[in-house]
């Protein structure tokens, strides 16, 4: 990562915007160690962003081998815990958008202990999905963070725009991600 006053460092001779919001979700701990589960939503696409992002923050991915610290205990977490949660594509024909269940419970891995939730990852999710698209021809930055249209403290939730997804409509998409992954 470049940063001001790195030029002249190599790797750094031509570099590029990166932004990143990032959302806490919950405190706890995980294998005993104090962590912090977060919402993360790369603004440019960078190689390795959000674990770069989260390193220079002095934050490291749990279990990022690379740019986490090494902690004697690779064989914990058994993965990076870094996850695709959402992902939205919007095309000239439609928005392919797709949600998955949230990997970091207690109960599908037992050295997650949370202890504090700050937000609700079902409303912030209700907020990205309200969030517009970006123009694709506008390539420069948006005014304002996105991260200001997500619910916080002191900030309602947007209304739901659109009813929940319904157990039969729910099934055969996620038939077809089993087949497809």
Known sequence: ???EGSQGVAGCENPKPSLTDLVVLEHGLYAGDPVSKVLLK???????????????LGHPVVGDLTYGEVSGREDRPFRMMLHAFYLRI?????????????????????CWSPHTLLQSLDQLV???????DPDPEDRG???GSP????????RPPPPPTKPPETEAQRGPCLQWLSEWT
């Open 42 to 56: 790369p603004l440019t696409g960078r190689t390795h962003q959000l674990r770069v992002h989260c390193s220079a």
């Open 141 to 143: 930055p948006r005014p």
């Open 147 to 154: 991260s200001a249209l997500l619910p916080g403290p002191g």
């Open 1 to 3: 990562m470049c940063i």
């Open 126 to 132: 209700q907020a990205l999905r309200a969030t517009p």
């Open 90 to 110: 919007p095309t000239d024909t439609e928005c392919v958008e797709v949600c998955t269940p949230d990997p970091f419970l207690p109960s599908l891995d037992a």
